[in-house]
């Protein structure tokens, strides 16, 4: 089975098919009330399923969570959720880790479409989306992902902003928020607007951040790099070269019928950042985004609706080695969308078929372009099944993907082109012993073309301090899953657990070759890509026991554990995360709300025969909301973090023995929903 290749103007017209008919099949409907949307989660299956009731491991970080977030990175804002790390590169530069899996191996979406950035080849580039654009975000854990592709390996993190409005708002809908850190002398703010002129629904928001190196409470080289190669820690103070600046624009409009919505959207990202590896190094990152996106819903029939959407961007990453003097440009073109037919529920069983496709050019120019220009083709179809007869159920999937990558070799010879096919699939199995117990088994199946950095690298990587080579001759990475899953809720008491067991034949690693490079009269370890069988293995934990409550009053003690183990036929898998435990005291009432958290993460001494290990460390943490006024979408908001002035080191970063995490910090801020 071959599916063709799609250029963007066929891409574009194919993927607003179904926004157009919407449009044509609409007419003008009365206001519609916002969807209750607290426990459904979208991503993984287009038809939604309640986050107590799915096998497939999610967390959902909501609009009023994140209007008191940090003004922190996507990476960093979600480290600490279970199962998830950041890469830690830089405060300008942090993408989730998902169960000890990054890079290619996470997709990042916005609305369930590809950031079409190069966030994946490097983790010194910025992903080009802001926590602070999303009145949603949701993350799922784990391969279970066929709506999304066999590149979304480890897990998907979908962010939802909301820019393209499926429904009018009563009035105008938005937030507004702004905050101050003491660590980094930093300062957010940023706001949206939905509001309706007739029958189209008009959204704007907008985002400022600005801070500076931030203070660490050690020197910023650790113990152990020093003991290693025998040289001074330096002094401590702050993280040279950790600054970040960011602004953000975005415009959409909907028209909104009794049938179907139509609408389109515009995004305009600038943002500038030290990479914290190099002390005179720093990159300015700019995307323009344009999307569209429609529904159409049905009266009769088997199909409930058709959704489109498609997106094209253009993204240009600048690394500047010193004032005024561009060294190498990352150039990052493309366009991605999908059609979902979602069938009608019938006896409790939904369902939706769908169609993806992908095309993007990809363009290194520079002394230090590591990795050849090349052009990514990627065409896929899937469907996802789920029976649910409220005592048992069953869920499976199956997809077909056909990647095709093209590259012209830094070493001059002749142009290289491979092409992918995979498969994938996945089954499920679940019980409700009683109404407030969940108990789920599944059976999962990926596959995933290697990444052009992976297939063509040839050439210095100065972020990551080594010579990396690809291999051309690389070929699928499959991974066989089996994941338990339980859902408790009863009276007081709330739980979740999954548990998972990973096989991977053909495991991508890069692993040393014992020659170095030399440049500048600095050696450099030449690291070579190559295929390997592993085993991943762990859990994440989650639970709440409320305490006591009386009227709108309750105080809760909550609780969350992960932990991950995975070796290779070369021995432990690099960047690992250890385990970690957090605990946490809530308060929670009209006015005020208060939370106490204590956060330890394990000592890592299972390494690859490259790596450092890390200590352990416990982070203290106090936060809380105010609702001083009767309007209570008014919130004031306050959070020291690292009580202790501990010294932490995240062990997934490749910093992590020349920069650790912040410091004590203390951030303000006060935030209106509207």
Do not use: C
């Not at 890079?103 to 080849?121: C, E, K, M």
């Not at 600048?318 to 990052?332: K, Q, Y």
């Not at 250890?578 to 009209?590: D, E, I, K, M, Q």
């Not at 290990?613 to 936060?623: A, E, F, R």
Request: proline content about 5%.
């Amino acid at each position: 089975m071959t599916l063709p290749a799609v250029s963007r103007a066929a891409l574009l017209t194919a993927l607003g098919w179904s926004a157009l008919a919407g449009a044509a099949a609409a007419q003008t409907a009365p206001q519609q009330p916002a969807t209750e949307l607290d426990e459904v989660v979208v991503t993984g299956a287009p038809f939604g399923i309640n986050q107590r009731a799915t096998t497939i491991a999610t967390t959902v970080v909501d609009q009023e969570a994140l209007a008191q977030a940090p003004a922190a990175s996507l990476g960093d804002l979600l480290n600490g959720l279970p199962g998830v790390r950041s890469t830690d590169f830089a405060p300008g530069a942090s993408r989730p880790v998902i169960r000890g899996l990054s890079g290619p191996r996470v997709q990042v979406l916005t609305n369930g479409i590809g950031l079409i950035d190069a966030s994946s080849v490097s983790p010194d580039h910025q992903v080009a989306t802001d926590p602070a654009e999303a009145n949603r975000i949701e993350i799922v854990r784990g391969p279970a992902t066929l709506a999304y592709g066999g590149t979304a390996i480890g897990g998907v993190v979908n962010v939802l902003d909301g820019r393209i409005p499926d429904r009018l708002p009563d009035g105008v809908d938005g937030m507004v928020s702004t905050q101050a850190s003491s660590v980094d002398d930093g300062w957010a703010a940023s706001g949206r607007a939905t509001f309706a002129l007739g029958p189209i629904a008009v959204n704007l928001d907008g985002i400022k951040k600005d801070a500076s190196d931030y203070d660490i409470p050690a020197p910023a080289i650790s113990q152990r790099l020093a003991d290693a190669e025998g040289i001074s820690r330096g002094e401590g103070g702050t993280q040279p070269n950790s600054f970040s600046e960011l602004e953000s624009w975005g415009l959409g409009a909907s028209y909104i019928g009794s049938r179907g919505y139509i609408g389109a959207s515009y995004k305009d990202l600038s943002s500038t950042y030290g990479t914290v590896a190099e002390p005179d190094v720093f990159i300015e990152l700019k995307q323009t985004r344009e999307d569209v996106r429609g529904e159409l819903r049905f009266d009769s029939g088997p199909f409930q609706a058709v959704r489109g959407s498609a997106g094209h961007a253009e993204y240009t990453h600048t690394e500047f080695e010193g004032p005024g003097e561009p060294g190498t440009i990352f150039n990052s073109d493309g366009q991605e969308g999908r059609i979902d037919l979602v069938q009608r529920e019938r006896n409790g069983w939904n369902g939706a078929i769908g169609v993806q496709a992908l095309s993007r050019t990809f363009e290194a120019i520079g002394d230090e372009a590591f990795v050849p220009s090349s052009k990514i083709e990627e065409t896929g179809i899937y469907t996802v099944q789920r029976l649910d007869r409220d005592g048992w159920g069953l869920e499976g999937g199956l997809r077909y993907d056909r990647r095709t990558l093209a590259a012209d070799p830094l070493d001059g010879s002749a142009r290289v082109d491979r092409s992918f096919d995979n498969w994938s699939g996945s089954a499920a199995a679940f019980i409700r012993p009683t109404h407030n117990l969940f108990l789920g088994l599944s059976l999962a199946h990926n596959e995933r073309a290697p990444s052009e950095v992976e297939l063509f690298a040839d050439g210095l990587h100065v972020a990551t301090a080594v010579y990396e080579t690809g291999d051309v001759t690389l070929d699928n990475e499959k991974v066989t899953t089996l994941e338990g899953t339980i859902h408790f809720d009863a009276g007081r008491f709330r739980g979740d657990l999954h548990v998972y067991a990973s096989k991977y034949d053909g495991f991508i690693d890069e692993r040393p070759t014992g020659a170095t490079f030399v440049d500048d009269g600095e050696e450099f370890p030449i690291f070579q890509f190559t295929q390997t069988d592993a085993e991943f293995r762990g859990f994440e934990a989650e639970a709440s026991y409320e305490l006591w409550s009386s009227g709108d009053r309750a105080l809760s003690l909550e609780g969350a554990a992960d932990y991950v183990h995975a070796d290779t036929d070369l021995g432990p898998a690099a960047r690992i995360p250890p385990y970690s435990v957090t605990g946490r005291l809530a308060w929670t009432s009209t006015p005020f709300d208060a939370t106490f958290e204590v956060r330890h993460v394990g000592e890592q001494d299972r390494l690859a025969d490259y790596e450092l290990g890390t200590d352990s460390y416990t982070l203290v943490n106090l936060s809380g909301a105010w609702r001083p006024f009767a309007d209570r979408n008014v919130s004031v908001f306050a959070e020291a973090h690292n009580l202790t002035d501990e010294e932490a080191r995240e062990h997934v970063s490749f910093l992590k023995d020349v920069a650790p995490l912040p410091g004590r910090n203390l951030r303000v801020g006060v935030s209106y929903r509207f």
